[in-house]
């Protein structure tokens, strides 16, 4: 079996007297779609604001390609190869569809420049669904459309591994299925993706290994039918009266 790519060992998360994420082990290969799934509340995106360098650890070790990254500043991490999404959609707003994306490819993993990157902002414009949106302003574009700029973004950097925030949230169904079949295709291409997720749909179709978070801690792993079929978990969900 290939070694990990991204590997958390004993990942924890204080505020004060809160534990956010209670020492958290698992581990991605390369070309793994993992789901971090749980219900609200239970660290999933704190996890991936720790990998990411958002937050700093309070315990334990991240490692990227065997290489120690917890403690390292955000930017180190993004430049190491580390690209993510967030839950609220983060773009910057005085540029156009165009340039966020070739902050991307400036400031990420695989720093392009010049015509190189705006050759890449170009190619990602079409890969994420943007024909014709290069040059608007993404104050004009839709829900949906501010997602693809972001995640174009995180793509322009060439990540070694992708971290998507509940990319899915907020979009009708037919976006909603516009969306898993672009993450679907990401995928497809040999993507190392984490991304936490509460459509179950999107984690069937998409994910490897599922890794199952309730109350900062991990309470399964798995592949999708193992960990959504646990009764642990689906007490987590529903609770012990539904269970």
């Known amino acids: 079996m290939s070694e990990a790519v991204l590997s958390l060992r004993g990942v924890t998360k204080r505020f004060g007297g809160l534990i956010a994420v209670n020492t958290i082990d698992f581990q991605v290969r390369p070309g793994q ?3 971090l799934i749980g219900p609200n509340g239970s660290g999933k995106s704190t996890t991936l604001n720790l990998i990411s360098g958002a ?38 707003p005085s540029m156009t569809v165009e340039q966020n ?16 990157a705006r050759q890449e902002a170009a190619r990602l414009v ?3 669904g943007l024909v014709g949106k290069g040059n608007m302003a993404v104050g004009q574009l839709t829900y949906i459309d501010t997602k693809r ?6 793509l322009a950097s060439d990540p070694t591994v992708l971290l998507l925030d509940e990319w899915l949230a907020g979009l009708n169904p037919t976006e909603l299925q516009v969306g898993i079949d672009l993450i679907h295709s990401l995928r497809d291409e ?24 309730s109350s900062g801690a991990k309470i399964a792993e798995g592949t999708p039918s193992q960990v959504l079929s646990d009764p642990e978990v ?5 609770g012990d009266d539904d269970a």
């Open 33 to 35: 779609v993992v789901g």
């Open 55 to 92: 937050l700093p650890l309070t315990e334990g070790e991240i490692h990227l390609r065997g290489s120690t990254i917890s403690g390292l500043r955000a930017d180190k991490i993004a430049r190491r190869g580390i690209s993510r999404t967030f839950q609220l959609v983060r773009l910057l």
């Open 101 to 116: 994306i070739i902050a991307g490819a400036v400031f990420g993993h695989r720093r392009r420049w010049g015509a190189e």
């Open 126 to 128: 079409e890969r994420v």
């Open 149 to 154: 700029v972001e995640l174009a973004r995180a």
């Open 190 to 213: 040999g993507r190392t993706i984490v991304l936490v997720e509460h459509v179950m749909d999107a984690i069937r179709s998409l994910c490897d290994y599922c890794v199952v978070m």
């Open 234 to 238: 689906i007490r987590a969900y529903l």
